[in-house]
């Protein structure tokens, strides 16, 4: 960025949309992106754009932006949003900024903080707009008029005296109701759906996706109305839980986002996974080396051995994925799971019976000898249908323990397959050892 | 479900939500499915159950019901919902259907049925709530309290006499202006997002979650308005998208949900990939064959074959996984690549000299045998930083060239990482074959 060029470019980021100027950052290192953040110059844009950059360089960004700016961006900002900012920053800054905040603000944030970051509680919005019962449709659409600072207004939640949430309204609702009605004669308190303050977010996620609303609201014990989730945060949720989904079932974690481009760090997170699988393969070369005086007579057995434990971690990995999604989803719970296990179980079957019989002529055509082909098929096809309930029963297993299935199906599914694959393929061999050496 | 619960199991469903009393369907054999739609009534609920039951358990049970009766609930729909319906049945049906409708609904239906199911026509909704320019705030008012239909009503659209979108406002700015005051004044035109109607539908939910926008105008070639993009249809599509990169990464396909129960075509769709990772497997195995000579002599060497494959098929997965969900969620481009690129190299030799070094360790304690562990710390840690390097290479030349990332890189990142794991481990065994003999 030219120095002479800063002018325009101020012109040019106010006509950008702060999802876009966020976008940009990816793109600067550090001195530039500092630059460009300055020359915003309306601070409830500013906060816009630093809420929707990625945590990772909004700390880094932070830090290079003297304290006032901070302060300044930060209240204008949606709580939950700068809830979050907060909660990635060091704990020293984070204290000095809390402390340079107006305190009925710096005391709200403190008190989301106290939330769980993945539970309702920790992503819910405390800007809504909700009304009194006893308020008349009249007087509901006045103050919607005056109302300023609710995020996304397009439901009004009606409360008590106490606060308690009674109902839910419609913009459109109240729209076309006679002006003089009470809010409490009009409000549908039946289909009314609320989430607990302590919910799973990924459970907020669901209910919303599942009755198609557009924010959801969080109360306490006592019904009252602390905050709502609204869709665009949900759209978050579900992306940033699919995502740790991926990470996890590839023995990575999503934590790593965080750290960037930063090697050592990101090693170290994926390593422990790494380390299991290592000594899973280990166990598995072990047990080769036990069958070393088949192996040694029959050198042509090796040839298969990649293939063998390789197929069993495809199958095994294709049911777990199917198993694990389907948790994520609540396509699959533990009513439906044994008429999955016996779909899985047909399936791996048939998949196995038919690699089992390529995989065999192939032993045939190559090495000549027919009960070598045999011992291959039938070692694929038998490892191929135990992979595929293993895919099935691991994640299941532990799901059961209150273990995340998607963290640990992969490297079990995958090391009990290895070893499995290995037992079957040289037990059956070492069974027909004279036919083979013959 | 006994006879005689029926009348009150018909008062139940009453108090139930569409999305609950479709969830039911999940449990229940497909006479029960039957009998419990025929005991809803309102034609719009059991719209609004059917549409939410997934498509393969509709199909089925719109075969086991009158004719009369699916179209009924089919024009108490959206459009959009009743072609999604239509497209899942039988091609004899869905004519028989479409001819028995309204004419002017059945021409609507087929008019949504030539676009693309998984772009912007594909998914948009087409009763929605669009104003001329040139009514007044007030008339605006007066409309949308007749209007009846229209889905969701939160932003209304604003179009010039030859329906081309001017632009958006939303519900609560038309409470905040003037009641005199004309659409076409008010209307702000400058931040307009809009979709083409053949934009896929990934890039439709990345804008929406980008700009945090409740709904997106669909619009042709000459800016014309054709239909809304939801957000709720917006989670489902992200959702779908996110599982039918999961089934892609394990060599599934989403198309078996479905299919159901039915194992014979589950199997047929993943068949493909595991036949094209059998051969994969058989190369690796091949080229172990070429060692053979080697591996007579020492024959401690198998001992270490499945570690070997096993960690290069791990790096190379998680670096795959991070650049495909990293393409998919607009995280990584082809502009960011450069460094990610790196980063994954850094984090691979990193693990590489790791794992090598403990892998080493056990080879030595193991076998007792220097040379050996040194020959097996060094394939390990050269075969790890070549397996994550592919794990990007491969997604991104299969993004370069027009092929999901998702589908291709898995099978060829695996192969080619047995390959080579293999050739550097049984190389360098050869290399120092002498040593190891003694």
């Keep these: 960025i030219r120095r002479s060029a800063l002018p325009n470019l101020a012109n040019l980021l106010k006509k950008t949309h702060p ?39 909004s700390a880094q960004l932070l830090a290079q932006i003297d304290k006032d700016t901070i302060v300044e961006v930060l209240q204008a900002m949606p709580y939950d949003d700068s809830v979050d900012i907060i909660q990635n920053m060091p704990e020293e800054l984070a204290e000095e900024i809390l402390s340079s905040m107006h ?23 405390t800007e809504f707009f909700c009304l009194n019962q006893d308020l008349s449709v009249q007087q509901a659409i006045a103050a919607l008029q005056e109302a300023e600072d609710a995020e996304m207004v397009f439901y009004v939640y009606v409360v008590d005296d106490e606060r308690h949430l009674i109902g839910v309204l419609s913009l459109r609702q109240l729209l076309t109701v006679p002006p003089q009605r009470l809010l409490r004669d009009i409000v549908d308190t039946e289909g009314l759906i609320s989430v607990r303050v302590d919910t799973d977010q990924e459970e907020v996620a669901q209910l919303v996706a599942k009755y198609n609303i557009l924010a959801i609201p969080v109360v306490d014990d006592q019904n009252h109305l602390l905050g709502i989730v609204t869709v665009d945060d949900v759209i978050d949720v579900m992306r940033q839980e699919a995502t740790e989904d991926f990470y996890k079932m590839a023995g990575a974690s999503e934590e790593e986002l965080l750290y960037g481009f930063k090697s050592f760090k990101i090693a170290r997170l994926r390593l422990p996974w790494l380390i299991t699988n290592l000594f899973g393969g ?15 007579q029959i050198i042509a057995l090796v040839s298969f051995v990649p293939v063998i434990t390789g197929m069993g971690g495809n199958v095994g990995g294709q ?71 293993t895919g ?12 995340d299935p998607a963290i640990a199906s992969s ?28």
């Excluded at 280990?282 to 040694?296: A, C, D, H, K, Q």
């Excluded at 019976?353 to 694929?380: F, T």
């Design 19 to 57: 999802a876009d100027i966020a976008h940009l950052f990816r793109y600067l290192d550090i001195n530039e992106q500092r630059t460009l953040f300055h020359l915003i110059d309306d601070s409830d844009v500013a906060a816009e754009v630093l809420s929707e950059i990625e945590h990772s360089s």
């Design 103 to 125: 305190d009925d603000e710096s005391e709200e944030i403190e008190q989301l903080m106290l939330y769980r970051e993945d539970s309702a509680g920790g992503i819910m919005s």
């Design 282 to 296: 280990v166990i598995t070369g072990y047990l080769m080396w036990l069958f070393r005086m088949t192996l040694e």
């Design 319 to 389: 049911s777990a994925t199917i198993v694990v999604r389907g948790f994520a989803t609540g396509r699959i719970d533990f009513s439906t799971l044994r008429k999955v296990f016996f779909k899985e179980l047909r399936v791996g079957i048939i998949m196995g019976l038919v690699c089992g019989l390529v995989v065999g002529l192939v032993a045939v055509l190559w090495h000549g000898n027919i009960y070598l082909g045999l011992v291959v098929a039938v070692a694929m096809a038998t490892a191929m249908t135990v992979a595929a309930t």
């Design 392 to 403: 099935v029963l691991a994640p299941t297993f532990f799901k059961r323990i209150g273990v």
């Design 411 to 438: 490297p079990f599914v995958q090391t009990a397959n290895d070893i499995t694959g290995i037992l079957i393929y040289f037990s059956t061999a070492t069974l027909f050892l004279d036919k083979l050496s013959s």
